[in-house]
């Protein structure tokens, strides 16, 4: 047989003949898989007519007692070229539906021809229900034609991430997953790995934040030491370290008008820096000696604690 492409579908002799490749275990998998995904596609039909959100949470039980009309039970095939089954009217038929409604207590064994008179599905409904399993069926023909090719699924690169028991379940039986299933697990990764990038950049974040807190509080701490210096170094030593009050407003005016405007939010621990500056502000103006030196930590201390540039 040629290989071909998943979105092709397999003729009947083509899946016949996979199918005798398939050990007992494989098809007794694609057996259950195929009438599963039927009955999935016949209830999320009459779901979405009735208005029900169907979510990927919701198995064929939920989804059945939800719905509350016509169940499909299984299709039986007979084969190409059998029709050993019956419909309700009479008809012998190669495929049968078998549909059943529990809150009515009816169970019918019927053709295509005859399931619309008899469920009162209409004829919209039944289309969508067909499209529904020509899906079913090219998910069947890919699964077929990858076991055919001797294709396998390596769930090893997916660590990490959670993976449905179904797809588990899948690959325990020597079935590879499909395609979409495949993506939506490349999703998830790639969705991990978003995360990850992103607790890993607010950690850096945090760590810079540390790092600059760190840096100011050794400025803080060296400032403080070099203002303990001048405070007791000898006034011939701090002399050259004045200047006149014209120029001490001229340059930091506008620092202190920003610094008294925050006055409310200087912390305890300042406040006598602050004291401090101003004392030497007005010792400056009646023409007094003072430390621009000392004036000057000072006055960056505050800058720094209160954020003025």
């Not at 083509?14 to 398939?22: G, K, N, R, S, T």
């Not at 053709?111 to 008179?117: I, S, W």
């Not at 011939?236 to 200047?243: F, V």
């Amino acid at each position: 047989m040629s290989l071909r492409n998943f979105h092709t579908p397999l003729t009947e002799a083509e899946v016949d003949e996979i199918y005798q490749l398939l050990t007992p275990k494989q098809r007794q998998y694609m057996d259950a898989f195929t009438k599963r995904s039927k009955k999935n596609e016949w209830l999320e039909v009459l779901a979405l007519k009735k208005g029900i959100i169907v979510t990927e949470d919701m198995d064929n039980e939920q989804l059945a007692e939800a719905v509350d009309d016509w169940i499909l039970v299984e299709i039986l095939d007979g084969g190409c070229g059998n029709r050993p089954f019956r419909c309700e009217c009479g008809m012998s038929l190669r495929y049968q539906y078998i549909v059943t409604h529990n809150k009515q207590n009816k169970t019918y064994k019927l053709g295509e021809t005859c399931l619309g008179n008899y469920t009162r599905l209409t004829p919209e409904i039944i289309r969508d229900i067909k499209k529904g399993f020509h899906t079913v069926h090219l998910e069947r023909d890919e699964l077929l034609l990858e076991i055919f090719r001797g294709e396998e699924t390596n769930i090893k690169e997916f660590a990490g991430i959670e993976i449905p028991q179904s797809y588990l379940e899948q690959i325990d039986h020597d079935i590879p997953l499909l395609d979409k299933q495949l993506k939506k697990l490349h999703d998830q990764l790639r969705a991990r790995r978003i995360e990850e990038q992103q607790k890993q950049r607010q950690v850096e974040r945090k760590r810079q934040k540390e790092i600059l807190y760190q840096s100011r509080q050794r400025r803080a701490t060296k400032a403080h030491t070099v203002s303990y210096y001048l405070y007791h170094s000898s006034p011939k030593t701090r002399s050259h370290l004045c200047i006149s009050y014209e120029e001490l407003i001229e340059r930091h005016l506008n620092e202190l008008k920003q610094i008294r405007a925050k006055e409310k939010l200087i912390s305890a621990g300042l406040k006598k820096d602050w004291d401090t500056i101003q004392d030497i502000v007005r010792a400056a103006k009646r023409r007094k000696e003072f430390d621009y030196g000392l004036f000057k930590l000072l006055l960056s201390n505050l800058k720094i604690s209160l954020r003025i540039e």
